[in-house]
């Protein structure tokens, strides 16, 4: 171990990390304002992941052109998710809402799995398939490009939710739904379509894990426990937040990799999880409620 192989785990982390943001924000904003439990999550990452394959793999297309198609697509499936699950549960919060979604989530991955296989799918991206090397740092183009959109995407969120009265609203109908609609917001199509956003996000989740990462229909469950641990470092609801905590699991996985046997990675990455939730009960960002 030598100060460039740090570095080197350091960059790779940074970078790791921003992907897992994008793999988690999806989840953080359905759970952190609606108070739902998407345990179709996972699933609609890699459902996102497949159809971008199939655009760029299939069809040919440029890898960066079908971001936006592949997201929209998710939000509208949100919308339609939405109509026939989530509104007939805002009032039920307990396990009928984790079994209906665990319901899709075997839907999504039975027909991932009639359509595309149990292959791994790795997409090729072309001109974003080079490698950057600066001195003895090096990074893959396609790494740099997860990366930095998700940190875009992000810090923009966070600045619509804090910054715009949409954003305000969202915030009044995570902190109390009867106040906020009492107040006049219409609490019914704004949970709709933050709902569509949060699958949307899965989504955009799927696709910069496609870019950085081979996947397969049937290893969602392992995304998905990753989300969980990068949402409850960071607590619910909050872009930055999941971000910063998407750094944080992102450095520690490739630094202590360096220092110990990757097999013992996850064991301290989820003590780091276990101590979070036991000194500030609602992890990083310490609330003790939902909030924005």
């Known amino acids: 171990m030598n100060l460039d192989s740090i ?8 970078l790791l990390g921003g992907v897992y943001g994008g793999l988690a924000i999806g989840l953080s904003l359905i759970l952190g304002v609606l108070g739902v439990l998407n345990l179709a999550h996972s699933a609609i990452i890699i459902f996102a992941a497949l159809l971008y394959w199939e655009f760029v793999n299939g069809l040919g297309l440029d890898p960066l052109l079908m971001i936006a198609p592949v997201v929209a697509i998710g939000y509208g499936f ?3 998710v939405h109509r026939g699950i989530a509104q007939h549960l805002v009032k039920d919060k307990g396990s009928t809402v984790m079994l209906a979604f665990f319901g899709l989530l075997v839907i999504l991955e039975s027909v991932a799995v009639m359509i595309w296989t149990t292959d791994t799918r790795t997409v090729s991206l072309g001109y974003l398939s080079e490698v950057v090397e600066i001195g003895s740092i090096s990074a893959p183009v396609s790494r740099l490009v997860g990366a930095g959109i998700t940190i875009v995407v992000l810090v923009a969120l966070h600045f619509f939710l804090t910054r715009t009265l949409t954003g305000s609203a969202i915030r ?7 106040v906020a609609s009492m107040v006049g ?14 699958i949307a996000f899965a989504a955009f989740g799927g696709i910069v894990l496609a ?3 081979s996947f397969n229909p049937q290893e969602h469950y392992r995304w998905l426990a990753w989300a969980f641990l990068v949402v409850i470092l960071g607590g619910l ?5 999941t971000l910063i905590s998407g750094f944080i699991v992102g450095i520690v996985e490739t630094m202590v990799g360096i220092i110990i046997p990757f097999q013992y990675t996850y064991l301290v990455l989820y003590g780091i999880l276990a101590v979070a939730l036991l000194v500030r009960s609602e992890g990083l ?8």
């Open 7 to 14: 570095t080197q785990s350091f960059v790779n982390g940074i």
């Open 78 to 80: 949100g919308l339609l």
């Open 172 to 178: 009044g109908l995570a902190q109390n739904r009867d």
């Open 185 to 198: 917001i219409d609490v019914n199509t704004l949970s709709r379509r933050v709902f569509a956003a949060g």
């Open 211 to 213: 870019m950085v990462q």
């Open 237 to 241: 609801g909050s872009a930055l937040r």
């Open 285 to 292: 960002g310490g609330v003790k409620q939902r909030i924005i």
